[in-house]
């Protein structure tokens, strides 16, 4: 039997790793595009440029667009926004372009976004997919972003899309999570502003068996947020990693101007967050390997 070949951007991004050993866990073929080809299946693009091997999308079934310079990494300059907009609008634009070049039609394009799409503000609201767009850069981005993905749609090279509106991606290594646990592990852990904030989570186990079920059930499509249904504050989350690594967390909040001093328009990100709704992917059948903070933190840092 003929294996579905798989592509996947942002190769070098821990999703991505994760998602191909899934994968090819599960019968699939992976193939890989990346600015740096380093293996058999990989193949090279250069987004700025407009350049791409072509000969990575003959005999593809499925893309997985998970391309995206990191949005925490570096200051907002005005430079850094652009990398930030480019590295996945664009990126998909070069996709859909060579595609339609090239008379190649696929079955799935499934195109990471974030919940950063509904604004970074902290409110009474529990977000769903139908809400409408926030007012701020990382919003803008997203809703870019996402019409990258529908343009796949539109212009009839995908005959189906899926777009998975991400929270924090919890891992092993790497990502917010090291970042978070860091302090903890040194007896400095404390929440973020006031605490309060909601921060939407999920294990990256779920992450990928959230794009697996997707290739596997023509029936999921449009926007999902992909979040655990357990909706948790900045205080819980830090308390939670203490108890996860033995570790109290007795220190009071880092003030809001202090974390502003530090990170400048990021700070937004750390000291915002409201609760997101996982209704959407719960109710097309999908069930979650880590519904709780607890759980998936104990299972990550044991």
Not at 117 to 144: H, P, Q, R, W
Not at 194 to 216: E, N, T
Not at 254 to 283: C, D, N, Q, Y
Request: proline share 3%; charged share 25%.
């Amino acid at each position: 039997m003929r294996k579905d070949v798989v592509l996947i951007t942002g190769a070098n991004g821990m999703v991505a790793r994760a998602l191909s050993e899934e994968l090819v866990r599960n019968g699939y073929s992976v193939r890989f595009l990346t600015r740096h080809k380093r293996n058999e299946n990989e193949y090279e693009w250069d987004v700025a440029k407009r350049r791409i091997e072509v000969e990575v999308l003959q005999g593809v079934r499925h893309i997985i667009h998970l391309a995206g310079a990191g949005v925490a990494d570096k200051s907002w300059t005005s430079e850094r926004k652009e990398v930030i907009r480019s590295s996945r609008v664009d990126s998909a634009w070069l996709l859909l372009e060579t595609l339609k070049a090239n008379d190649i039609r696929i079955a799935t394009f499934i195109s990471a976004s974030a919940v950063g799409f509904y604004g970074t503000l902290t409110g009474k609201s529990i977000f769903a997919e139908n809400d409408k767009k926030g007012d701020d850069f990382l919003s803008d981005v997203c809703m870019e972003w996402e019409q990258a993905a529908n343009d796949f749609s539109q212009e009839g090279v995908s005959e189906r899309i899926v777009i998975m509106r991400n929270g924090i991606v919890l891992a092993p290594r790497g990502g917010a999570l090291a970042k978070m646990v860091r302090p903890v592990r040194w007896f400095l852990g404390a929440p973020l502003g006031s605490g309060k904030q909601y921060m939407p989570w999920i294990h990256i186990s779920d992450v990928c068996g959230i794009i697996l079920y997707a290739l596997q059930n023509p029936t999921v499509s449009g926007v999902y947020n992909v979040v655990a249904p357990e909706h948790v504050r900045n205080v819980e989350f830090m308390r939670a990693i203490g108890r996860a690594i033995g570790r109290p967390v007795f220190f009071p909040s880092i003030p809001k101007w202090v974390i502003r001093r530090v990170f400048g328009e990021r700070a937004s990100i750390l000291l915002e967050g409201s609760r997101v709704s996982a209704e959407k992917i719960i109710s097309s059948g999908y069930r979650f390997k880590n519904a709780t903070l607890q759980k998936a933190l104990d299972n990550l840092l044991r």
